[in-house]
């Protein structure tokens, strides 16, 4: 009974947990200014900076992926999952290793994917567009017609767009994701 008391009461509704962060709207324009403004410095700046920090944040992900996987198959009851397991997970340790060691390298390989994997996307929302009996075809088209040239422009500048590709994105990402705060925060405070 003592729980129940010492606890505020869990929020009712969106508009009850709305007006409780009202207060704080300061803190989610202001973490929403850090980051928007990161985004700037990333994409004025720091673009090489951007890209190399994105791929150490991939090489870390994939070690840990790899560590997980690795546990996954010392508990696997069999000796083949257990291989199966330990080697994909022993690959991608030593694939972030390896991002890790070389980020440039591998800025360079993870940007050639991601051009490629554009253009596979772009046509295949192209094809979606043609196939589809009515609606947004124009926009899904439009879309994916953007959506190959973003991949060409890419890979035509390869592999000298492996140094600003991935740290651009970085910038437009933290941009629009400090904006969203900040829109958040000043929604907050206008309730």
């Known amino acids: 009974m003592t ?20 207060p704080r709207w300061g803190w989610f324009v202001g973490f929403g200014a850090l980051t928007a403004a990161l985004g700037i410095a990333t994409l004025g700046y720091l673009v090489v900076i951007g890209t190399v920090a994105s791929v150490y944040m991939i090489g870390f992900a994939m070690i840990l992926a790899g560590g997980a996987e690795i546990a996954m198959g010392l508990k696997a009851r069999t000796w083949g999952w257990m291989a199966i397991w330990i080697l994909a997970g022993l690959l991608y340790v030593v694939a972030g290793a390896f991002a890790i060691a070389q980020p440039l390298v591998a800025a360079a390989f993870y940007t050639l994917m991601i051009g490629a994997a554009l253009i596979v996307t772009g046509v295949a929302r192209v094809i979606a567009a043609i196939r589809l009996p009515a609606g947004n075809k124009a926009m899904i088209g439009l879309a994916g017609a953007v959506t190959v040239a973003l991949g060409l422009m890419i890979l035509a500048s390869w592999p000298a767009s492996g140094l600003f590709v991935l740290g651009t994105f970085l910038g437009i990402d933290l941009l629009f994701y400090g904006l969203s705060w900040i829109t958040f925060g000043m929604r907050l405070k206008s309730l």
């Open 3 to 22: 729980d129940q008391m010492t606890q505020p009461a869990a929020p009712h509704s969106l508009g009850d947990l709305m007006k409780r962060l009202k």
